[in-house]
């Protein structure tokens, strides 16, 4: 089976652009989910989908980020414009609801400069 | 506000020895703990979890206690093996939504051979 698979693994982008960062979740999983671990402290939620339904945005940190799950597959989270503060890196994750079977991707690395 | 701490950010172990990782959270209402693995450039791997209504829970080498009146928990490993060599991450879920994971800022282990 095949893990939660994100692109790009690393990111590197100017202070003011866009950068789109996308996440494949395991195949079947209705639940996919966005988090963050900024300058080594503690991962934070971003958001949660069911299917292409945003059921819970209150982790999203301002209107620059917006995630989106087109048809229920994959999902991505844009941010624009970039700020310096966004540095981080971003995980994935997906389940089919079951918190012990939640399978994280090995994350995007954002680096705003 | 973080509601899920893990106050030491390294911990050095020889093998063989136990490890003893620590989290401390502030919400009572919090009701199913869980531990993650993750290896550099990696996503974070379930590890252990326990739910509030017990205080102890084993699984070979690790061992998850819960102290739910001093909002504490710890997980430990005996022994120690260099594979261990991780960051841990303590993360805790609401009664009412196991959707959304509110972790730690982690605890890099080193078990030096």
């Known amino acids: 089976e095949a893990g939660v698979t994100q692109f790009p693994s690393h990111s590197v982008i100017e202070k003011g652009q866009t950068v789109t960062l996308r996440c494949d979740p395991i195949s079947g999983h209705d639940n996919l989910y966005w988090y963050r671990r900024v300058m080594g402290k503690e991962i934070k939620f971003l958001l949660h989908f069911v299917k292409e339904s945003k059921q819970d945005e209150s982790g999203m940190p301002n209107n620059r980020f917006l995630a989106e799950r087109t048809g229920g597959t994959y999902s991505t989270l844009k941010v624009q414009p970039a700020e310096l503060e966004d540095s981080g890196v971003y995980f994935c994750a997906s389940s089919q609801g079951q918190p012990r079977g939640y399978t994280f991707g090995s994350g995007t690395r954002l680096t705003v400069v | 506000d973080q509601q899920v701490k893990q106050n030491s950010p390294s911990l050095s172990v020889q093998e063989g020895r136990i490890s003893i990782l620590n989290c401390d959270y502030t919400?009572?209402?919090?009701?199913?703990f869980l531990w993650y693995k993750k290896y550099p450039a990696e996503g974070p791997t379930f590890l252990i979890s326990i739910s509030s209504i017990k205080d102890k829970n084993e699984d070979g080498r690790f061992t998850v206690f819960l102290n739910k009146s001093a909002k504490h928990l710890s997980l430990h490993i005996v022994p120690s093996q260099p594979g261990d060599s991780a960051v841990y991450f303590c993360a805790a879920i609401l009664i009412y939504n196991f959707n959304k994971f509110y972790f730690g800022s982690g605890t890099k282990l080193n078990v030096k051979p």
């Open positions: 919400n009572s209402m919090f009701d199913y």
